[in-house]
């Protein structure tokens, strides 16, 4: 069974530049969570989205966005780039928002910013 | 707010000496308890899931323990391939949050 995939692997964009990162869902997962992890830093919560719907987001400007799709898959738009959005960022999906089950990370889009 | 403390940040260790990693936590509605291993520029590999007090889970040369309060991870006679930092985090009602980590080293 494939699990969680992202795209892409690596981004290099320009400071003011708009990025895109991808993320598709294990099978049956409706479910899907961002985060970003700065070099040498931990995973910051960025965006929940669950059945279509945005379900909680962290501490972070607007210009970071995002939707998910019926297929349940999902994407992440980082607007008006700065130096310090340079990041690993990680997707993961599980199943259902009200109980403890266990998310599963996909291997991360690396964006950097020059 | 919900709030995932782990210690130490960092842990060097000798093949085959034991030790434990400890997560401390405070939640409301504590859904689950969940720890990671994350190698270096990959995504987070998942270990166990705890829900409640007194649960244990074991995995190879891994135990993860449950109180109320806090969670351990067991290493036992670790082997260099167990390096890696390893992640707790926590799921109460809203999202799931993420300790800093500990950094683990096993010296051959």
């Known amino acids: 069974e494939a699990g969680v995939t992202q795209s892409p692997t690596h981004l290099i964009k320009t400071r003011g530049q708009q990025a895109t990162l991808r993320c598709s869902p294990i099978s049956g997962h409706t479910s899907v969570y961002w985060y970003q992890q700065a070099l040498g830093l931990g995973l910051q919560f960025l965006l929940w989205y669950d059945e279509g719907e945005e379900r909680n987001r962290g501490n972070f400007p607007p210009r970071f966005s995002g939707r998910q799709f019926p297929n349940y898959s999902s994407e992440l738009n980082v607007n008006a780039l700065e130096l310090e959005d340079s990041a690993l960022y990680l997707c993961?999906?599980?199943?259902?928002?009200?109980?403890?089950?266990?998310?599963?990370f996909g291997e991360g889009s690396w964006l950097t910013v020059v | 707010e919900d709030q995932v403390t782990q210690s130490p940040e960092a842990l060097r260790l000798q093949e085959g000496e034991s030790s434990s990693l400890n997560c401390s936590y405070t939640?409301?509605?504590?859904?689950?308890l969940f720890w990671y291993r994350q190698d270096p520029g990959k995504g987070p590999e998942f270990l166990f899931t705890?829900?409640?007090a007194g649960e244990e889970k074991e995995k190879e040369r891994l135990k993860a323990t449950l109180t109320k309060k806090e969670s351990f991870l067991h290493i036992t006679a670790p082997k260099p391939e167990d390096s890696a930092t390893y992640l707790c985090a926590v799921k109460g009602a809203q999202k799931l949050v993420f300790g800093q980590g500990t950094r683990l080293t096993i010296n051959p």
């Open positions: 939640v409301s509605g504590l859904r689950g």
């Open positions: 705890l829900y409640s």
């Open positions: 993961a999906s599980g199943t259902g928002d009200s109980s403890g089950n266990t998310i599963y």
